[in-house]
């Protein structure tokens, strides 16, 4: 195996906007040639405004083209020469109405090629349903219950047909309407078509051409809709498709991603990582933050081993683009039978509150008739949510680059970023997620780079990115329940973490390649 390899094997990954730092892509690149990030990380993960969109900050796709106001040719050559790998997303389910697909369809209407390229509900229900005065097909009772809904009211939006009529189209993520009274949305797709194939066989091909390694595949569980089944991880109609689109990857030399949010007691992790995909651990950062605020071990001990007993493979997080995760940790009851979550419901109870009361804000999620029905995830930067100590923040990082898996890291996080209260209040209705998205200056970096939390957080990511004891086998060691002690070993390499979870003071021992060290934290 080439160095390269190596180390994207062991390595520690950026997550970013193309202008999370500074204005574009290039500024971000500048950073990470300062000596204070030589050798930091292996990978990157940029976000989807690399490529050309227009809403949910970048996962309501135009087009996989290069957006070229943030990212240039240039750019992918210098995170070439660096030696950093790219991570991108591929969204399955849906795209822009500013796609040229769904914009052939506005122009030709029924005549349009793209026709059945996206949803029509009312096609899809036909049958199956009782039309109402507005021309909407509302599906049985039976049907109805079993959608499994992002947002209020049914997910259509009506488009306007050159003949004058309205047609309501699926679509389950966002839409709204601009300044200029354009209607904005994200539009599912008709996996049934085989345009649709061909356009992702077109947009692997693609995203390979710009050196990507990683394909994260959001929103892939919504793809499947079949009469009379849920619009999420249908079976086995949704592993058919993954099946597919990994056959394509296959031929592309992509590693794939599935992202899927679910509650723990449901085991799709565990489905999933069966089939031999890589998985999201989107348990890790809600269970590293009770684990600390409870000084006890044994709920994030329970997942480790489990991760290592089952050789799940694994990208783990604390913060991240989206918000910190909690309906994943829930249990569920499935053919009568209950599934005990990673925490119990007053557990998870109290670490969303806790989050809340320093300053998160909160996503829910809803039935047909627009009613709540579960809470979702808790926006906040991970600092905040840790009530901005720094103790707790480095405890954290430390403990997420010794869990299992490849360790992302979130831009802000890294640099210790606060809750962004304007920046929620800017965006207005739905602007939740901007409190976790803050864009920083390079004089902001500068000046960062300055202050112990974030030398000592680049210390740990450099000597876990570069450390060949990762690429060995861990071993979660007994401890008090208010300690947590983990170790890898890779023949002469052995690294060891043991972390007092009262006081958070922790010891990093490493041993081998010619180098030995015990340092307290």
Sequence with gaps: MS????????????????DSIGSKLSDTIKMLQRPELKDTFSLVYILPTFFNSD??????????NLNKDLVSERDLKALDELNIQMKFDIV???????????????????DSKYKDFFINWNSFWEGHGTMNDEGIIIPKEAFLNKLFMRKSGLPILKVPFPDGSEQPYWNTFYQKIDDDKNILGQMDVNANSELVWGFY???????????????????????HKEVGQTNFFNVPGTWDYLNRIKKIADLNNLKLLPE????????????????GYQIYDFFLPGLIIHTLEKGSNAALIKWANEIIENDYKTVNMLGCHDGIPVLDLKGKEI????????????????????????????KNLYDSEGNKISYYQVNATYFSALGESEEKLLLARAIQL?????????????????????????????????????????????????????????ELIRWRNNSKAFLGNIKIN?????EIIITWENNEDKAELKACLISYNFTITFNGSGVNFIKDY
């Design 3 to 18: 160095f390269k390899a190596e180390i994207a094997k062991n390595g520690v990954m950026l997550n970013v906007y193309p």
């Design 201 to 223: 066989e077109e947009t692997l091909a693609k995203v390979k051409s710009y050196g990507c390694q990683i394909l994260r595949l959001d929103a892939f569980a919504y793809l």
């Design 335 to 362: 053919n009568g039978i209950y599934n005990e979550g990673l925490l119990l419901d007053n557990e998870i109870e109290d670490l969303m509150n806790l989050i809340l009361d320093r300053g998160g804000r909160v």
């Design 55 to 64: 809403l949910d900050r970048g996962f309501s796709i135009i087009d996989y």
């Design 402 to 458: 010794f869990m299992p898996g490849i360790p992302q890291v979130w831009y802000l996080d890294l640099f210790a970023g606060k809750n962004d209260y304007d920046a929620v209040e800017k965006a207005g209705e739905g602007g939740h997620k901007e409190i976790n998205r803050t864009a920083l200056t390079l004089i902001d970096i500068e000046s960062s780079l300055k202050t112990d939390i974030i030398k000592n957080q680049l």
């Design 478 to 482: 007994d401890s008090q329940e208010n």
């Design 260 to 275: 899927i949010h679910a509650e723990y007691g449901s085991y799709l992790h565990k489905e999933v990582a069966r089939h």
């Design 92 to 110: 399955l389910n849906h795209l822009s109405v500013a796609s040229p697909q769904f914009k052939d369809l506005l122009k030709h209407g029924k």
